[in-house]
T-cell receptor
Framework: DTGVSQDPRHKITKRGQNVTFRCDPI?????LYWYRQTLGQGPEFLTYFQNEAQLEKSRLLSDRFSAERPKGSFSTLEIQRTEQGDSAMYLCASSNGEVRNEQFFGPGTRLTVL | LAKTTQPISMDSYEGQEVNITCSHN???????ITWYQQFPSQGPRFIIQGYKTKVTNEVASLFIPADRKSSTLSLPRVSLSDTAVYYC????????????FGTGTRLTVIP
């Protein structure tokens, strides 16, 4: 399978714990995006990387959230001191930046904070 | 990014053609119209994109009138597997580093 993969698919944690999610984009894609989706809503943009550079961050990305893409390939999203409001589906997408800028999404990581 | 308005939900019987209309009154000259589909517990998937008139691919057609203030996604002969949420997005794709999805239209196909 050469699509976007995310790990883990599900994560249950207690409030106050730190969690880290991983995204492996399509190999030739230089752009990588993180989104968050809550029940009944569309995905909301969190942050964007071009290669290893984090070029854009949403105001939704509080200082408890940090994302990295150290070698311009896979990316990690860490949430520190999780809160119940962080419970959501975290989606990763990648693109090659071509004309229509189609983003290819992974299956997501569903986070539940108890 | 231009704001979009689309119906919250729609129902259709199998085999029928479904048309989902999206309003985007403030669309800018450089904006394209893109539709994504999302099944439960999956990430969204690109369906179709257009700038004006009509675009057709193996999955759907996209109709855009001359004033570009609305667009219609047409799904021919839907099946149960087309039950999903459909998002209309409008933006300048050349510089877009993020997509604004809105709440989408939940399509339910009934046997």
């Amino acid at each position: 399978d050469t699509g976007v993969s995310q790990d883990p698919r599900h994560k249950i944690t207690k409030r106050g714990q730190n969690v880290t999610f991983r995204c492996d984009p399509i190999s030739e894609h230089n752009r990588l995006y993180w989104y968050r989706q809550t029940l009944g809503q569309g995905p909301e943009f969190l942050t964007y990387f071009q290669n290893e550079a984090q070029l854009e961050k949403s105001r939704l990305l509080s200082d408890r959230f940090s994302a990295e893409r150290p070698k311009g390939s896979f990316s990690t999203l860490e949430i520190q001191r999780t809160e119940q409001g962080d419970s959501a589906m975290y989606l990763c997408a990648s693109s090659n930046g071509e004309v229509r800028n189609e983003q290819f999404f992974g299956p997501g990581t569903r986070l539940t904070v108890l | 990014l231009a704001k979009t308005t689309q119906p919250i939900s729609m129902d259709s019987y199998e085999g029928q053609e479904v048309n989902i209309t999206c309003s985007h009154n403030n669309i800018a000259t450089n904006d394209y119209i893109t539709w994504y589909q999302q099944f439960p517990s999956q990430g969204p998937r690109f369906i179709i994109q257009g700038y004006k008139t009509k675009v057709t691919n193996e999955v759907a057609s996209l109709f855009i009138p001359a004033d570009r203030k609305s667009s219609t996604l047409s799904l021919p002969r839907v099946s149960l597997s087309d039950t999903a949420v459909y998002y209309c997005l409008v933006g300048d794709i050349r510089g877009a580093n993020n997509l604004f999805f809105g709440t989408g239209t939940r399509l339910t196909v009934i046997p």
